[in-house]
């Protein structure tokens, strides 16, 4: 075989070789790819918030003083709903306090704490009206200031849905009354023990009024006495919590 024929032979040789690796790395399979990314878990939150609309009146109708505040987390020692000094027959007022659960729906309660019942010492009228006490937890006031307690929810008694009367701070005759008696049986009733649970849907607002009056009929006997007390909301999640309890111990 000549030189000529060898060199022809020789090319093709190259050349098929060179044309079988480019197949080959050229070829297609069929394929298929899934990916996830970002997978997270974030805890939820349950986050409490009050606001408060609470008025002074005397017998006239004058008003006397007035609180209010937005939906907040409250400051212990300075928000307060009531802090009227210098109170006399006839005098009357109205406090509408609304609660807000985010971002979950929660239980709720509710009670009275730090109850204060004092007869600030003796003046001349009140010992004539009777009064022989004058020491701290002696005070005759918490038996004659009167408190009334509804759910400010209006005509259909459910919250959220803004008809008629609800949250308008006037008690309606259509709206449950949760409480009525003295000072001295809203300390006994709401001190004792925590009041709930009740279940608060997240995102709607929870209308709760409460008036207050010091007959125009009380006598002497009440002079320079004062009553006083702290509020403590409770919240917990209701998801998967069938058996909701507050804190324990001592409510007080």
Request: charged share 25%.
């Amino acid at each position: 075989m000549n030189k000529k024929i060898k060199s022809v032979l020789g090319s093709m040789v190259i050349i098929a070789i060179v044309a079988a690796l480019t197949t080959i790395g050229t070829q297609s399979f069929f394929s298929d790819i899934e990916i996830s990314t970002g997978n997270t878990f974030t805890a939820g939150t349950i986050d409490l918030k009050i606001d408060c609309d609470s008025k002074w009146y005397d017998a006239a109708g004058n008003e006397r003083g007035s609180i209010y505040f937005d939906e907040k987390d409250l400051i212990e020692g300075e928000d307060k709903f009531f802090d009227w000094d210098d109170i006399k027959p006839g005098d009357h007022g109205e406090m509408t306090i609304s609660i807000h659960v985010y971002d979950n729906d929660a239980w709720g309660w509710i009670h009275l704490m730090n109850v204060e019942d004092n007869d600030n010492g003796l003046t001349e009228p009140e010992e004539a009206a009777g009064d022989a006490t004058g020491g701290d937890g002696e005070g005759e006031l918490s038996q004659y200031l009167q408190f009334r307690i509804w759910d400010d929810w209006g005509a259909d008694d459910t919250p959220g849905t803004g008809d008629e009367g609800e949250g308008d701070n006037i008690w309606q005759d259509y709206e449950y009354v949760e409480f009525e008696g003295t000072a001295a049986d809203l300390a006994s009733y709401y001190e004792c023990e925590w009041i709930g649970p009740i279940e608060l849907e997240a995102c709607v607002t929870y209308y709760f009024g409460v008036a207050w009056w010091l007959p125009s009929d009380t006598g002497n006997i009440v002079q320079s006495d004062s009553f006083s007390f702290g509020i403590e909301f409770y919240v917990e999640q209701l998801i998967n919590n069938p058996n909701p309890s507050p804190p324990a111990g001592d409510a007080t």
